[in-house]
């Protein structure tokens, strides 16, 4: 039970970052951390251990790509954009939600 539970949250984080980055010409980690915290109203924050494995995760799946450049406090860091195959992850994860969502709704209302 623990690894699907980890497979869950490893998923909508996925969804969550693709989602920021779908919006985003690129973003470097720490704006789309901050970017996830925001629209949420400060509900989510992803920690930086979290992020950066997953965005590593996610550069080797091809569902971003990375290149390195200057941040707007003049530090090197490493920019992320979505690619064409984290555009069709990102839909197909975003109907999965959408389902999920749906199914607990309906069990929280009829149980």
């Known amino acids: 039970m623990g690894d699907n539970k980890k497979d869950q949250l490893q998923g909508t984080l996925d969804l969550l970052v693709l989602r920021i980055l779908s919006t985003a010409e690129t973003m470097h980690g720490f704006a789309i951390a901050e970017r996830i915290e ?7 924050r992803v920690e930086a251990g979290s992020l950066y494995p997953a965005l590593h995760r ?3 799946a091809g569902w971003v790509k990375s290149t390195w450049g ?3 406090n003049n530090r090197k860091a ?13 839909a197909d994860e975003e109907a999965h939600w959408s389902a999920l969502t749906s ?3 309906r069990v929280l209302k009829n149980a």
């Open 38 to 44: 925001q629209v949420s109203k400060d509900v989510l």
């Open 103 to 105: 199914a607990v709704g």
């Open 58 to 60: 996610m550069t080797e």
């Open 70 to 72: 200057v941040s707007e």
């Open 78 to 90: 490493r920019f992320y954009t979505i690619t064409a195959i984290g555009r069709r992850r990102l």
